[in-house]
């Protein structure tokens, strides 16, 4: 991954299972442009996860050419703490990388683009995945979603697809409403 993110002058974000001191962890891998960039192990488990993996316990931003990315795994970004942690660091987007079957991640994710003022990326496998302990079909429905958790583009449901985006990236977290998300939300903070 190294090599091709060189070759092509560009960042991936992948994952994989990671043994570190004896625990696995579901991990997000970020590469940009032949350079490591650091990881990610998930926080939140589902009940079938915690039959393999061990939580994560940090809540991380990734810069990447003065862009900085919060990078979640799947059932995270359910909870809107990891999201406003990585907005509150500083996070520019939301990057999840999923595996689900239904609507309610995909619809979770408009939600955090919106509260947040950022914008999301949805990436969510395809197929199915059967064996004795599940029975699970993964949907599709990648997508990407602007700060005010419109979707840019047609999500494409049990299809892979490859879609070049741009992106408006604003360091002012503003929406319709409010000039400023940021100071609005670290009110919250002082209370």
């Known amino acids: 991954m190294l090599e091709l993110s060189e070759k092509h002058n560009t960042a991936f974000i992948y994952n994989i299972p990671k043994l570190e001191d004896d625990n696995l962890y579901n ?21 079938y996860e915690k039959k393999f993996f061990t939580n994560g316990n940090k809540i991380k931003v990734f810069e990447l050419d003065d862009i900085k990315i919060g990078a979640q795994i799947c059932f995270d970004i359910w909870f809107c703490e990891i999201s406003r942690q990585q907005i509150l660091n500083g996070a520019d987007i939301l990057l999840i990388s999923a595996n689900f079957g239904s609507i309610y991640t995909y619809n979770i994710s408009k939600m955090r683009a ?15 995945e059967k064996n004795k302990d599940m029975d699970a079909v993964f949907t599709g429905k990648s997508a990407v979603f602007n700060k005010m958790g419109e979707e840019i583009g047609k999500s494409v449901k049990n299809k892979e697809k490859i879609e070049v985006k741009d992106i408006e990236i604003n360091s002012i977290k503003s929406n319709i409403i409010c000039s400023n998300m940021l100071d609005e939300i670290k009110v919250h903070y002082k209370c």
């Not at 991990?27 to 009940?47: A, C, E, M, Q």
């Not at 919106?114 to 199915?128: K, M, Q």
């Open 27 to 47: 991990t997000s891998v970020i590469v940009s442009k032949g350079n490591y960039k650091g990881y990610y192990n998930k926080i939140h488990l589902t009940d």
């Open 114 to 128: 919106l509260e947040n003022a950022v914008p999301v990326v949805l990436c969510n496998r395809i197929g199915s």
